[in-house]
């Protein structure tokens, strides 16, 4: 068996965190999930932690918001290979752009479709063959 597939869930309110925990948990028992509610334990469980995938919301309190998060990730060499899906609210394509600008793998609008980022994530964490 593989080792567990380690998925970061940042966002600030408990009942969406607790959606996408449900929908993840669908993927089956080999994954290992840990929550943050603002940038700051995000960024503490991301160095410590170093989790392959983090399911981002755009606007986090903290230090700085989702963006500037997904920016650190990809300034710091040893989270650089960390996935980063982003997930928010907001849907225009400046939005986007600037997820994606930041690092961002991923992006996806709220509301969601639970499989829809199931399989998104799947597809993030599962090496190119």
């Not at 650190?72 to 907001?90: F, G, N, Q, W, Y």
């Not at 225009?92 to 690092?103: C, H, L, N, R, Y």
Request: with cysteine; charged share 25%.
């Amino acid at each position: 068996m593989s080792a567990p597939i380690r998925v970061l869930i940042a966002d600030d309110k408990a009942g969406m965190r607790k959606l996408i925990r449900m929908s993840v948990e669908l993927r089956g028992p080999n994954l290992e999930i840990r929550e943050a509610a603002d940038t700051d334990a995000a960024r503490s469980v991301l160095e410590q932690w170093r989790p392959h995938l983090i399911i981002l919301d755009v606007m986090m309190p903290g230090s700085f918001d989702g963006l500037g998060l997904c920016r650190h990730i990809r300034s710091v060499p040893e989270l650089r290979d960390t996935k980063v899906l982003m997930l928010s609210a907001r849907s225009q394509k400046a939005d986007i752009a600037q997820a994606m600008d930041a690092g961002a793998d991923l992006y996806m609008t709220k509301p969601f479709s639970p499989v829809d980022l199931v399989e998104s994530a799947i597809r993030l964490c599962t090496p190119a063959r």
